[in-house]
């Protein structure tokens, strides 16, 4: 698809000019939000940990079988390399711990160190990206009936305390290498399948670790921790000790980031309905996109109104220079690579989105008690000339534009992922 964005994008900023609209502003406040881009797509949540670990029986599920799965580390990062050649924006890499360099073998989670991921800072400044990080609770034979940091069992909960202090080095070795804070995300699975009398309990213990994980004082201006909540997961359906408002009363009192996943929510609550009220308390929050289909199914995003609507309220609300956005979804039934390029260009187009809406008008009306006003000008910006925006944004980003990077997507299947 060829088209001729210079003079399409030249009568789309006039159009939105007229509308008191800075599509050049626009385009420079969206360039400077970085994507936190998961690696766990890219292979199906697998790692490199080989025989100490495996998939399952601990609240992930991932669907499919699709060819061309990377089988190496390099392989990997050469997948990775070509999904953010498809998604404009200078953006960031998310990994998981079991993500590790281990070619020398792997020492057990709780012995992981920076060494392990050396390699990978070497590459992300090599390719001028900057790294997130996340402790692996999950897929491990350490997690005992369901539990980590929550289990009853003090070896378990010790195994999984020192694993999170790991991961927290590991994480101020990559923000001071890199030159930038490295946001650690810690999410367990813990929870029962049904009913649990002893809720206090397991949270009591929940506590008790998260604080031995962070009571280790580290360099300043390295790494922030995050704290993740979910509604349930497989095998958790009735209790997951790690509940929102474990994780808000926690995040509040400790002075730590909070994680807010889209799918992590009952499918009627509105994650962005919760941005004012959180913001209020914690400072910079953590926001995972994904896209749940009748539960927490992480599949890859699309720009539907959950997605719309989070990323208005982050400009509404102001707080957009306070929220990390990274993508957190995984599906095996699709090319992996262009899943990667769906799910990150529709986040940075819901965002873009919103950056261009009449906002100061919209307060204006809301003022002056004009709700028709209100209501008319929101739905007539929907008829304004999006798209031609958009693709500027790519043409600046030098990535495939419009329908093009379909073409980039099967080429790369042809030439490098139906050989393996």
Not at 111 to 117: A, D, L, Q, V
Not at 121 to 133: G, Q
Not at 248 to 254: E, F, N, P, R, S
């Amino acid at each position: 698809m060829k088209k001729d964005i210079s003079n399409l994008y030249l009568q789309a900023r006039e159009i939105y000019a007229s509308q008191g609209i800075d599509t050049e502003e626009a385009l420079k406040t969206l360039a400077g939000v970085p994507l936190s881009i998961h690696c766990w797509q890219a292979d199906d949540v697998g790692g490199f940990e080989q025989a100490d670990s495996g998939l399952g029986g601990s609240g992930l599920a991932v669907t499919g079988n699709y060819p061309g799965k990377p089988r190496t580390m390099a392989e990997f990062r050469q997948d990775l390399e070509k999904a953010f050649s498809l998604i404009p924006g200078h953006n960031r890499l998310s990994l998981h711990a079991s993500y590790g360099d281990f070619t020398n073998g792997f020492p057990g989670r709780d012995r992981i160190g920076p060494e392990h991921f050396e390699s990978w800072v070497a590459w992300a400044r090599e390719h001028d990206l900057k790294l997130d990080f996340n402790a692996t609770f999950f897929s491990h034979f350490m997690v005992k009936n369901g539990y980590t940091l929550a289990s009853r069992d003090k070896t378990v909960r010790d195994y999984w305390i020192e694993h999170g202090r790991r991961c927290r080095e590991i994480s101020s070795y990559m923000g001071r290498e890199l030159d930038d804070i490295c946001i650690h995300n810690i999410w367990i699975p813990d929870g029962e399948k049904d009913i649990t009398p002893s809720r206090m309990e397991h949270r009591e213990y929940l506590r008790d670790s998260l604080d031995q994980i962070l009571d280790h004082p580290l360099p300043s201006g390295t790494m922030r921790d995050s704290v993740e909540s979910k509604l349930f997961g497989i095998g958790t359906e009735t209790f997951v000790v790690g509940s929102h408002e474990f994780y808000l009363g926690y995040a509040i009192t400790k002075n730590t980031m909070l994680t807010l996943d889209i799918g992590h929510f009952h499918p009627t609550e509105s994650v962005a309905d919760k941005i004012s009220s959180v913001f209020l308390y914690i400072d910079e929050l953590l926001f995972h996109v994904t896209r749940g289909v009748r539960w927490d199914s992480d599949h890859v995003v699309s720009w539907n109104d959950p997605l719309t609507d989070l990323m208005q309220e982050l400009v509404w609300s102001g707080r957009l220079p306070k929220a990390h956005i990274g993508l957190d979804f995984f599906d095996a039934t699709l090319n992996r690579v262009g899943a990667y390029a769906i799910g990150a260009r529709n986040t940075l187009k819901a965002l873009l989105w919103a950056l261009l809406l009449p906002t100061n008008k919209l307060r204006e009306y809301e003022r002056e008690g004009k709700y028709f006003e209100r209501l008319a000008l929101y739905e007539e910006f929907k008829n304004l000339p999006f798209g031609a925006v958009w693709d500027r944004f790519c043409e600046i980003n030098e990535v495939p534009v419009g329908t093009n990077y379909i073409d980039e997507v099967e080429k790369y299947e042809k030439d490098v992922l139906s050989k393996r």
